[in-house]
């Protein structure tokens, strides 16, 4: 049976350059962010669903993610709806992944909200990813986000202090060496915990 790893860390925190290095070590993959995407492409569930929804939101058959996100600008409650008819279609899309990789020693799932979604229940450990607050701010900033639509997302995910609290384990990604020796060591820990 496989270890599930729950992965996570708010914006900018550097979760998905820490996953790439899950995968360099052979560890089987799931990523919440690119199911979504997939599920938002043309004649899938999910953007058959959105389209029902907000037709608006369709250009050329697939989920505009700028015409989403105005359209939850302008009504938020738009969020809870569009949620109730993804995060069901995720969610067979994570139990397909762990299916296909059952055999694995570990396998990692990586979702921005597993804890606000719940998720870490259904997982054996979790890492959380963290960098100081002012590192945080600058990389998502220099990658063009305005400081409101940081500040929004930011309110949308638990403190980052909570999720180190809640954690298994904390991977720094200050550097790379930091946070590749921090995947290792994980790695070793759960090994030694699943051979104990």
């Not at 709806?81 to 279609?89: C, E, M, Q, S």
């Not at 055999?103 to 054996?124: F, K, N, Q, S």
């Not at 980052?160 to 994980?186: C, F, H, M, N, Q």
Request: proline share 6%; net charge negative.
């Amino acid at each position: 049976m496989s270890f599930k790893l729950g992965l996570t860390g708010s914006i900018g925190m550097g979760k998905s350059t820490t996953a790439r290095m899950f995968a360099e070590e052979s560890v089987p993959v799931w990523d919440a962010d690119a199911a979504v995407h997939r599920l938002y492409q043309p004649g899938q569930p999910a953007a058959l669903a959105i389209a029902k929804l907000f037709p608006d939101a369709i250009a050329d058959g697939a989920v505009s993610r700028p015409r989403l996100r105005e359209i939850i600008q302008a009504d938020p409650s738009a969020l809870d709806r569009i949620n109730a008819v993804v995060h069901p279609l995720v969610a067979q899309d994570r139990a397909s992944f762990l299916a296909a990789n059952e055999t694995a020693e570990v396998i990692l799932l990586d979702v921005p909200l597993l804890y606000e979604i719940g998720l870490d229940a259904a997982c054996d450990a979790v890492a959380v990813v963290s960098v100081p607050a002012e590192i945080q701010r600058d990389r998502v900033l220099s990658r063009g986000m305005s400081e409101a639509d940081f500040q929004l997302i930011l309110s949308r995910q638990l403190p980052d202090a909570e999720k180190r609290a809640r954690a298994d384990y904390i991977i720094p990604t200050t550097s790379l060496a930091a946070a590749r020796t921090a995947v290792k060591d994980v790695l070793a820990s759960i090994r030694r915990t699943k051979n104990a």
